[in-house]
């Protein structure tokens, strides 16, 4: 009888393995497919092309585009908000509300940035585990709008002169955050999902060249533009700074709390386009159990797949709610997240330029120009660059059969955050040795223009190209299919790390230290270049391999309409 068991068993737990692979198991089922799958000789000779980006797809950029809209506009003027007194009147040369001055103002930043990347954590435990992504982003979009209504009523002038806008400010932010990481962890697994393909094919284009059309060249194209779509919405700090300078904080706050509301709009409207896959339910605990088993019995993770279990360890196979892709998927995530370890120092040169940078352009002579609009230069570069980046260079790089795989993009990445920070020191001693204040400014304006600051944030924008937006594709594609929300919901949470260093630094973030602290960073950052590449440059010889770890793509899609719901099932049996 318990021969019979275990056969059934190991029936129902059986894979398949791509003939093309030795290294790691293929788990595609037979699809339909546009051509052929590329043979290894094709691999070799065929340059890799994107798939075409699906339409539901570019409906979840313009949700994200609203979301980051309203963050960047109401985040702009912050720094300003907090560390600058009342002016006289408006237009201002220095706006400001509550002077608290640059350490508490740079403190408050860093704790709202810290936050929006610790809650995306709980974000993505209710999406993966109760409600789905759907759900989850419409509910923390009307948590969200509780928030901005706080922040823009307690930013008038009557509530600033009865003290209203500090406790207003710190509830706001509180709620904001909250609602950020409900948003922010599940919106850009969505956009993924709405690409369906898991399998290469070869393609023959009009001109008769043949070509490889690769989920890994679509994923990155797809995190290309829905990071083009954050930064086009991030150009709203440009308005809000100016409304602050010229009329007051109020309105910059108004805003992008008006500019929410077609978010949720299109949210709703949209509700039947999305491809989604829906709760598991279980797997926390799943995991969890796995990861247990793991210990117990020896072989680790491969020992717990249950079709080795039921060989060997019979006896525990009622414990056993996996099947074998499970393992394999969790097993590939793990190896990410020790990859997501090291963008912490990375986060800490990104974060600059949201706070001490601003605070620096406030030394500077910037003309007409409020000194947090020097900000908004980021996102300028990068809606020039990454388009330049996804038709030219990456198409070229493939065209020499040179595809950047995911770790070297990570690497020059890191450097070019090295290189921002280095600069930018450098611009700081400038300022430090220019009078009339030298290295005294304390908020006051040195005879050095802020020009001087574009190459900072351009070097910053070119690392992000190649660092951050590589990061969400990574996070994705390496995740379980039923933890994709949680895996980059850990990669948004480096930034909370970061944001904890950037906690630690906020002794040195004044004159005339910052020399000293940018130097630092710069160090620090260049260390961990070269020291992930020694660790993780191997990984990209396995990318396509791992990537090919997956399930049948029908058992896991459902599209969200009112006839039709496929929910996942698995090939293991739970046997009791």
Known sequence: MDEEKKNEILESTTITYDDTTDDAPSYVAEENLAGPEPTEEEWKELSEVSDTIPKAAFLVILIEFCERFTYYGLSGPFQNYIQNPIPASYPAELPGAMDKGQQTATALTTFFQFWCYITPVFGAIVA????????????????????????TLTSIPMAIDNGAAFPGYIVAIIIIGLATGGIKSNVS??????????????KTLKNGKRVIVTPQATYQKIFNYFYWGINIGSLSAIATTELEKNVGFWPAYLLPTLMFIPCIIVVVLGRKQYVQSPPRGSVFVEAGRLFWLSFKVKGGFEACKPSNMARNHPELMAKVTWDDIFVDELRRALKACIVFCWFPIYWLCYNQMTNNLVS???????GNVPNDIMQNIDPI?????????????????????IPMRPIARITLGFFFAAASMGYTAGIQAKIYRTPPYYDN????????????????????????????????????????????????????????FASILGFALVSVAVDPKLTWMYTGICVAMFVCTILFWICHHKADAHDIEEDAIQRD???????NSDEEEVDVEYEAEKTA
Not at 189 to 202: F, G, I
Not at 360 to 366: C, D, H, Q, R
Not at 389 to 398: G, I, K, S
Not at 553 to 559: E, F, G, I, L, M
């Open 381 to 401: 570069a990068l809606i020039i660059l990454i388009p330049i980046m996804d038709n030219f260079f990456y198409p070229l790089l493939r065209k020499w059969n």
């Open 360 to 366: 620096m352009a406030g030394t500077m002579l910037t």
């Open 128 to 151: 993966d585990q109760f409600w789905g992504k759907y759900k989850t982003i419409l509910v923390f979009a009307l948590i969200y709008c509780f928030g901005l209504i706080i922040l």
């Open 553 to 559: 793509s029908p058992a896991h899609a459902k599209r």
């Open 189 to 202: 697994p969505l956009v993924a999902e709405q690409y369906r393909s898991k399998t290469a094919y070869v």
């Open 441 to 496: 400014p304390i908020g006051r304006q040195n005879w050095i223009s802020a020009a001087y600051l574009i190459p900072s944030y351009v070097l910053i924008a070119i690392s992000e190209i190649f660092a951050s937006i590589t990061g969400m594709e990574y996070a994705y594609k390496k995740a379980p299919q039923s933890m994709k929300s949680i895996v980059m919901a850990l990669y948004l949470l480096t930034s909370c």
